[in-house]
């Protein structure tokens, strides 16, 4: 299976890449297809349903793709709080995370979002449910021209201070 894969890795011009439902992609194959720099051209990452991806690969890539203007991560099951924390402090180019069913991570990391990813527009956690809404609110109010989609789907509104 990753000798299929050289002919990705000769590339060298790729800025878009999408392997949406590789479900019988290895853990093996993502870490073969992520290194060195070959890749180091993409801004467009879509492994939405490659269920081999897991904080590894997830390291590996933010290592590989430092210029991802969108990464896509749907339902990567594997990935805990560790690959998100990669995410946030090396990929700051990003515009466009969506990470829609990743039940292992927390949010705890996204705090450091404003200084570490502040080109970051868009953020999708949808079926998310470790996530906490408040954490969400907060950044929203933080960084305005950011749009959070929470675990139901729903646009999360900047906290609103309380009434005295």
């Given at each position: 299976m990753i000798t299929k894969f050289y002919s990705i890795q000769r590339l060298q011009h790729?800025?878009?890449?999408?392997?949406?439902?590789?479900m019988q992609l290895s853990t093996a194959v993502m870490l073969h297809l992520f290194r060195g720099e070959t890749l180091a051209g993409l801004t467009y990452l879509n492994l939405t349903e490659c269920t081999a991806v897991n904080n590894g690969a997830v390291e590996r890539i933010t290592k590989c793709?430092?210029?991802l203007r969108e990464l896509?991560?749907?339902?990567?099951w594997d990935i805990t709080e560790?690959?998100?924390e990669h995410i946030i402090n090396?990929?700051?180019?990003?515009?466009?995370?969506?990470?829609t069913g990743l039940d292992k991570i927390t949010g705890a990391c996204l705090t450091s979002l404003p200084s570490t990813l502040p080109l970051l527009t868009f953020l999708n956690l949808q079926q998310c449910n470790?996530?906490?809404?408040?954490?969400?609110?907060?950044?929203v109010a933080t960084v305005t021209d950011l749009t959070i989609v929470d675990y139901y789907g729903n646009h999360v509104p900047p906290l609103l201070a309380p009434f005295h």
């Open positions: 790729l800025e878009h890449l999408r392997l949406k439902r590789g793709c430092p210029h896509y991560l749907c339902w990567c560790e690959g998100l090396n990929l700051s180019k990003l515009h466009h995370l969506d990470v470790r996530v906490q809404d408040e954490v969400l609110s907060t950044l």
